[in-house]
């Protein structure tokens, strides 16, 4: 069994910055891609971004792009998402996520087998 867990939500004013961790433990860690999702009152999850464990290679979703770095620290089993410039409008519940297997589609959340338990980021005007 893998578990991820993110740290590192809070509450922070509009343009400022937040650094979420997700840091993955259990069994021999083995993933192809890492996802970062958010999820806002009575609002869809939806994809912030990912990074594939193997070459580094990120992904952001339309609204974050320019705003968010998504970096990884293999030794670690560590994912870190930089959250700078942030808005009232991503105020959401942020959630890591680890595929085993190979994607298609970083944005899609049925592609990812694990999950963490989320973190609240609120971000104020």
């Known amino acids: 069994q893998v578990q991820l867990v993110e740290s590192g939500g809070g509450l922070v004013q509009a343009g400022g910055s937040l650094r979420l961790s997700c840091a993955a433990s259990g069994r021999t860690f083995s993933s192809y891609v890492m996802g970062w999702f958010r999820q806002a009152p009575g609002k869809g999850r939806e994809s912030v971004g990912a990074i594939s464990w193997s070459n580094g290679h990120t992904y952001y979703g339309n609204s974050v792009k320019g705003r968010f770095t998504i970096s990884r620290d293999n030794a670690k089993n560590t994912v870190l998402l930089q959250m700078n410039s942030l808005k009232p409008g991503d105020t959401a519940v942020y959630y890591c996520?680890?595929?085993?297997?190979?994607?298609?589609?970083?944005?899609?959340?049925?592609?990812?087998?694990?999950w963490g338990q989320g973190t609240q980021v609120t971000v104020s005007s």
């Open positions: 996520a680890a595929s085993v297997t190979p994607i298609r589609s970083f944005q899609n959340a049925n592609e990812y087998i694990y």
